[in-house]
Structures are given as C-alpha cells and as structure tokens.
C-alpha cells in the first residue's frame, strides 16, 4: 500500500466523520477541494468537482445549516439523517481512497466510512434529542452551531492535514465508545 493510499483513506476516514455532523458540508468541502486541484478525485467521481456539483452541494449545505437552527425540524432532519450519512460516508470514501481493489475499497468505503459517519450522526442525534427533551428546544441551536463548526473543522482538517483527522476520528470514535458503554442499559 502507497502512501498515497493510505493518506487517501485518511482523507475519507475525516471526511465520513464530518459527514456525521453535516451531510452536505464534506461534500461541499470535497468538491470544492477536487474543483480548485487540491485533491485528485477517483476517475468515475470527478463530477464532484464540477461547477454544477458545486453549486448543488453549496445551496444544499446552506438550506441544511439553516435548518438545524429550528427547534423540532432538526430533530426531524435526524430522524433521516443517519441512514444519508452512512450513504454520504460511504461516497466520500469511494470517491477518495486510491489504488485499491474495487473489493477492498467497496469494504472499507462502507465499514470505515459509512460506519463511522453512522456512529456520528447516531450520537449527535441523541445528543440533540436530550438537548430538546431537557431543554424544550431551546438550547438546540447551541448543539447545531456546535455541530456545523465540528463538520466544518473536520472537513478543512481532512483535505489539509490528513493524518490530523484520522487522530482527531479516532479520538471522536474513543469519545463516542466511552459516552455509549456510559449509558448504555445495564444488564440485570
């Protein structure tokens, strides 16, 4: 395996993460890392990088921002937020990683990059359903800004420093086990 392979998977790895948070965002981030050349996209994904993609991506970004800042539509958007983020981690990462066998790439797109965009999305689901079930709401824009600037860190990290976000994933993925073995219903 390359360097370049793995750095490739390190790319997908961050950006399957951020999709966790946003689904649009790393998407966006992606296209327009692959329109300006900053990152080569796998041949049959360079329509990423297109004008058209672009600016598809950029109004679906914005409209989805805005919406996670009203109380209750962003509880509904999660509802179908995880399934289109293990769809969009799963993307992200056959778009990205290179010089693998289709075999290879399709497993790790889904496992390492639908898998991790799942777990993310599942716990920043939660983690908005106690803030409206604790606080009526109000303190759900709190968690959206939270979330929109985590995707937007992550996603920048991702395209600029590869390496970086894997770290950062694994200590998110780390962050997310202990929450879960926390609260997770004893047996008894």
């Known amino acids: 395996m390359t360097a370049e392979t793995?750095?490739?998977?390190?790319?997908?790895?961050?950006?399957?993460?951020?999709?966790?948070?946003?689904?649009?965002l790393p998407l966006f981030?992606?296209?327009?890392?692959?329109?300006?050349?900053?990152?080569?996209?796998?041949?049959?994904?360079?329509?990423?990088?297109?004008?058209?993609?672009?600016?598809?991506?950029g109004v679906a970004t914005v409209v989805e921002i805005f919406a996670y800042f009203i109380p209750?539509?962003?509880?509904?958007?999660?509802?179908?937020?995880?399934?289109?983020?293990?769809?969009?981690?799963t993307a992200v990462m056959l778009s990205t990683v290179a010089d693998l066998s289709p075999v290879v790439t399709w497993a790790l797109a889904i496992i390492a990059g639908g898998g991790?965009?799942?777990?993310?999305?599942?716990?920043?689901?939660t983690t908005r359903l106690a803030s409206t079930a604790t606080t009526g709401g109000l303190a759900n824009p709190i968690v959206a800004t939270?979330?929109?600037g985590t995707s937007v860190i992550m996603s920048t990290v991702s395209i600029?420093?590869?390496?970086?976000?894997?770290?950062?994933v694994i200590i998110m993925l780390?962050?997310?086990?202990?929450?879960y073995k926390k609260f997770k219903p004893s047996k008894g």
């Open 6 to 24: 793995i750095i490739s998977i390190f790319l997908g790895v961050g950006l399957s993460a951020s999709v966790g948070f946003r689904v649009f």
């Open 174 to 179: 780390f962050v997310i086990f202990k929450l």
């Open 29 to 57: 981030t992606l296209s327009l890392a692959a329109y300006f050349d900053v990152w080569e996209l796998n041949e049959s994904w360079q329509w990423v990088g297109s004008s058209t993609a672009i600016i598809t991506l």
């Open 116 to 125: 991790t965009a799942a777990a993310v999305a599942g716990t920043s689901s």
């Open 160 to 168: 600029f420093m590869p390496i970086l976000a894997i770290i950062l």
């Open 72 to 89: 209750y539509i962003d509880n509904l958007l999660d509802s179908i937020a995880i399934p289109l983020a293990a769809l969009a981690g």
């Open 146 to 148: 939270i979330e929109t």
